[in-house]
């Protein structure tokens, strides 16, 4: 791989007055990225932290940048996804905030001389000692390309549960050489980014994308995770049909008595007007599926990679391709059949739409500043391991999400308390 050192590689730097205007307009709805930043400002937790991030190039990312840099760190940006980076946001971050970033939508990123990973590179070659990864790119080329520079490393955080799942695979064979904390694992992070964030945003991203009418279709969710959850609650919420395929018998349990058909993929394929792929997994719409689709079908993926559909596959099939909209791909198969790929089988929701609303960010971002703040202080007393981030901090974010958002909860009393530490009372 070429090891290669800039300043910084956006589109075009003239958008950054456009940018800057989105991630104020992003602001006013992450109050607690703001507390967060106000305590930063003054207390500088990150002084002179070089810190690298890997992350989708949004205005909320931006919100999250700014405040780590009030904190006092020393941070560089590069995309976490080809097709994820709003280039007016990238400009903002370069010419009005002075954050060097590396990202451009729809850069290329086949193979390790690419765009995509020249700007992972770059975010390298600033020595981080904190990273932040969303899907552990970053943190995987460190440590397939540049070992020497793990010994300085005090540690990172890590957004998605792809990026999750890759980073305890690391650490089960003894490949990770610095601490990690989970972000996705907060409960302030699942509970609201993958499910209502993905769930809102996903389908934001098909509509941009097809400008297609939900009531009536048959829409598809591949796995009944968080993002799945949300993806189908939405999807209902249109007037759709939806229809949930899992792995997991009590998630597949859960869809049905939640009131979606649930049903194999070899079903389902034969049935689905929409299909939306939220496992984190490989090849969950295959090759054989392809013979069973309707002519018209249209498929999107919002999980973190683009291999949940087979997309090789579907490709050998064609006998024509044509670009018919912005996101959307038309593959003609040999008996005239025409199926539809939105935004290359990237996360959609990113692609085509603009991610999470910053109200879910807010709390993300959150976990994501307060995370770096802990591995600061406690990086040298973490083994390299996978951590969650503390219940405390967990619950804070969400008490303040809940002043943000004018919100009032009761608190146990005395009396309450000691009825529930005491096993004496009973019936
Ligand atoms: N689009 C976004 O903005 C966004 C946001 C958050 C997470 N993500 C990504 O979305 C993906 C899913 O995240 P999650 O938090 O919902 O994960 P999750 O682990 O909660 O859920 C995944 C579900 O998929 C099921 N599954 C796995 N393989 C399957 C298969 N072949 N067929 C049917 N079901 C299958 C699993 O049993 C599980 O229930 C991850 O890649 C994650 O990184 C995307």
Redesign the pocket.
Known sequence: MTKRNVKHDVKDLSLAPKGKLKIEYAAMEMPVLRLIRERFSKEKPLAGVRMSGCLHITSETANLAITLKAGGADLVLCASNPLSTQDDVAAALVAEYGIPTFAIKGEDSGGEDSTYYQHIQAAIAHKPQLTMDD?ADLVSVLHKSYPEQLPDVLGGTEE????VIRLRAMAKDGALKFPVLAV?DSDTK?LF??RY??GQ??VDGIIRATNLLLAGKTFVV???????RGLAMRARGMGAIVAV????PV?ALEASMDGFLVMP?AEAAKVGDIFVT????LH?IDDAHYDLMKDGAVLAN????NVEINIPALAKRAVRRRQVREFVEEFTLADGRRLYLLGDGR?I??AAAE??PASVMDMSFANQALGAEYMKKNASSLKPQVYTIPAEIDREIARLKLQGMGIQIDTLTPEQVKYLQSWEEGT
Do not use: I, K, P, Q
Not at 278 to 281: K, L, M, R, V
């Open positions: 899907g998605t549960t792809t990026g996705n699942h980014d993958n964030g993905t945003s996903t591949g796995g009944y995770g968080w993002c799945g395929t899992e792995v997991n998630r993929m939220a496992t984190g997994g969950m919002t999980g973190h990679f996360l929701n990113l991610g999470h």
